[in-house]
């Protein structure tokens, strides 16, 4: 798969598949060019194979085409190979429908069921654009989802309700924290948009609390590339350029790389959002969470969080939230 955005900011793709399998090939290889429309009709063909319904592989096909075309191409068709092989092995549920547990008027708790990220995602940034309306804050949680794509698609969702939006979530322990050498957090990104007088002019942030994901370091050892400083570190826990070394059972470095260039932050950071999502929801965090694209049926049981807070909401209305009404440091 070859994603080359045109000038005139039209998304092309160019698409080379063999026969029960998507094969990568370099672009120049590749003898057609192919519309957004078609690519986001050839994903969803992809998800329907594998018996996603219609509607979850529409979701799922809108996020993947957002994030190529917002230049974020580790999140893109880079992964519909992973989200196919998901479904058909039955490790995510395509057709499960995510499940309210318990609200008040302000929070929720919900359940993923195993579904889809993007489908349980939208249905918890819907949600809580919904309680933001009403009660000026909506706060929601989520377990039991998988891989939901770029976090920034959710948050940029309250925009056109003139909310402020926000989204978490954990992942697969990938990143090594800072002074060790086994990767016990995950990329566990933040993602933050703020509505302005136009759309052009809002706010929008979306990071990794590592210093880049890993789909970038995959996009790297693919062109055959070396990686910057301050990416991975190898076996060991030393840093290296080297993707084959970090993919090989190193491990990615937090969000500004060496403790000399401050990566302890991104450590903090990235412990801060399996606090609201891994600890709030009573789910896994950290390395309790299934390793990345782990053989077998074993479940990703991800974690998330969704919030919309409108103009007057004030700060207070974070406070002391638990939408599962237990005792979150336990007995």
């Avoid at 190979?81 to 092995?89: A, I, L, P, Q, R």
């Avoid at 819907?126 to 009403?134: D, F, G, N, P, Q």
């Amino acid at each position: 798969l070859f994603f080359c955005p045109a000038a005139n900011s039209r998304a092309l793709l160019s698409l080379s598949i063999s026969v029960g399998k998507m094969a990568f090939t370099n672009g120049s290889e590749l003898p057609n060019i192919v519309a957004v429309k078609e690519v986001h009709a050839f994903i969803v063909r992809c998800m329907e194979a594998v018996g996603t319904p219609s509607d979850h592989a529409g979701e799922l096909a809108k996020g993947l085409v957002a994030a190529d075309s917002r230049g974020h191409y580790s999140h893109g068709l880079n992964r519909l190979e992973m989200y196919v092989n998901e479904v058909k092995s039955g490790q995510c549920n395509g057709k499960a429908k995510p499940e309210i547990m318990k609200q008040t008027a302000a929070t929720a708790f919900v359940d993923g069921k195993n579904g889809i990220g993007f489908v349980v995602g939208n249905y918890c940034m819907e949600l809580a654009i919904v309680k933001a309306k009403e009660a000026g804050i909506g706060w929601v949680t989520c377990t039991g989802s998988n891989h939901y794509g770029i976090a920034g698609q959710y948050a940029m969702q309250a925009l056109d309700h003139g909310l402020l939006g926000m989204s978490f979530t954990n992942s697969s322990p990938l990143v090594v924290p800072t002074r060790a050498k086994q990767n016990i957090l995950g990329t566990n990104p933040i993602a933050v948009a703020a509505p302005a007088c136009s759309k052009e002019d809002s706010f929008v942030l979306d990071m990794a609390t590592s210093t880049a994901a890993l789909g970038k370091i995959e996009m790297e050892r693919r062109k055959g590339n070396s990686i910057p400083s301050g990416w991975g570190v190898d076996s060991s826990g030393k840093e290296s350029l080297d993707p084959n070394a970090v993919l090989g059972g190193g491990g990615l470095m937090p969000l500004g790389g060496s403790e000399l260039t401050a990566g302890y932050k991104g450590y903090g950071l990235a412990m801060m959002v399996d606090v609201f999502c891994g600890i709030l929801s009573g789910g896994p965090f950290a390395h309790h969470i299934r390793k990345w694209q782990a053989a077998g049926t074993s479940v990703a049981n991800l974690v998330g969080v969704s919030l919309g807070c409108g103009p007057n909401a004030g700060y207070q209305c974070l406070c002391n939230v638990n939408p599962l009404g237990t005792d979150i440091c336990g007995s």
